[in-house]
């Protein structure tokens, strides 16, 4: 747990309840970005919805003296007077609340949309590094997971408090002149009760936030169940029920420590809702023993009586609404912490950065070289890379091979900057990596993951998302779709480039897994790149589809970079270069027929493969 972490769980104490309205700037700030306009209605309706109950009070109380001073009299000129000012406050009071709930509405999409947009916005700007990062996973969790209603409901509150705290003072006022220990003593109670509640929610708040974990195993259970990617698998194992078990196990023991808390939280409120009618009793009895004794007027027990149970209901809901805040305070300090999160790679690029950025322009890659490349995952001492040595020059065609956990993955994503922590240099053009804007530099390099996405979008999307400016440029996108051997399959779909793919929404075309990693593959190549690389781009291909897709890789690749990654060695023996790797460090380099000669690593996994090849189109021509 980090310290700011164990701070906001001290956060919710009577010593610091002061301290968790330290956010009020920021929070006031998100509401204030949100939409200004809507913010000032609501406020000033808040306001005057403050102030309308006593003014109503004062209206009944003179209303009450008047009807009594009329029997004596026979004049009504009062009583009509203060009868159609209620009539006019009550409607007035009904306007201004279509009004604000109008508003209200409005703002409430718009909040909760600006809440989304920061978290998403501050998630893509997340290094990879980061994003691995179980902590920031929780802390992004709790900020997703209650982004669409926490925001609107803390501004609830915060529009409760004004509203309240108007209320309290204008009702109290009423009781002051009279005594104003009485009132005082409307108040004490549910202040009593705020600081009994305020350990209560100290302890929900930490158990809500200890859960974050297991809040994220319970949505991987349900979303293993209801994914189409694992539903297969699900089905042929008969995993239904034991997923759904282990479900209902997190389900049951969250509902049980809930139960606990809540059992705690309603025989407090019980002792301090009893206390309060006690209290309102006592207050009450005097009201009407001064009227008996004729110290105050009929009106005056009417509006009193009225003033002691709205001050009472005001003060122990502004207390309640306070309670709430502090507790949601803490999920905002979860949000504001969560969104000034500094990338760790800006700061690994600025420590590994020699040269100022603006100084260079990228204007192609002729050459990447990698000296002394060292790097360590986070929270494990072992290196995934080994003081690497190696140079790529334009015009080649690299192929990196070796065991898996060798560490061939690992390279390649560092030489797409998706690590940035590492030790050592790696150097474009003669100079430091970091020198260039990474906007240029990423224009410039085309990628296929192994682990590749399957955006559930068009066709259109899939492909053009390799290069955003050019996505709706269906001439671009059919190329890229031609060199990757997909064209006649676009061809084929009922709306072409504009059929959406994927099961999860209507009319969705479901694709194979080799036709998805064309996919992928056109999309790397959507980008006029000068580095190309793939990583285990044939696993989902078979042998036709894999000569094919090589076949054009080397034809795109002809005066570029081009770097791949193949467990398959029948399909490495083109390339100009072939790494070996082995436990991070590179162990052999050189042509195929070079590392063949050298009788090696490489040479005997070759035999390797190429015998089992063997003894497996015998048993082919066997049968």
Known sequence: MSKVDKESLETLSILNVWRSFRFWPQVFGLLWGTQ??????????????????????????????????????????????????????????????LIKNYFHKLFESLLSNRVNILIMEKTINLSLTEFENADVQDQLKRSQSEANYRPYQIFMEILSIISGVIMLFSTASILLSWRWTTTILLIVVPITSFISLLRIGKQEYQLQYNRAPKYRQSWYLTFLVTKDSSFKEIKIYKLGQYLLTRYRELFNLFYQENKSLVRRRTNISFFFKLLNQVVVAYVIFLILHDTYTKQINIGQLVGMIQAVMMTQANAQGAVQYILSFCQNNLYMQQLFTFLSLDSSDKLARSLHSKEIIENNSLDSIEQIRLRNLSFCYPNSKKLALDTIDLELNRGETVAIVGKNGSGKSTLVKLMAQLYQDYQGDILINGKSIVSYPEDQFLQKIGVVFQDFVHYEMSVRENIGFGNLMNVNNSDEVLKAAERAGIKDLVNQLPSKLDTQLGKLFKDGHQLSGGQWQRVAVARAFMRNA????????????????????????????????????????SSVSFADKIIVMDNGRIVESGTHHELMKLDGQYAKLYRLQMSNFAKEENLVSNH
Request: a negative charge.
């Open 36 to 97: 200004k306009f809507y913010l000032l209605i609501i406020l000033i309706t808040t306001g005057l919805q403050g102030i309308t109950p006593a003014i109503i009070l004062i209206c009944t109380q003179n209303i009450v003296n008047s009807v009594i001073k009329a029997q004596a009299t026979n004049s009504f000129d009062d009583v009509i007077f203060y009868f159609l000012l209620l009539i006019s406050i009550g409607f007035m009071n009904e306007v201004i609340s």
């Open 530 to 569: 000068d580095v190309y690389i793939l990583d285990e781009p044939s696993s989902f291909l078979d042998p036709e589809a894999e000569i094919e897709v090589f076949d054009k890789f080397r034809k795109l690749v002809e005066n570029k970079i081009g770097i791949f990654i193949s467990h398959r060695f």
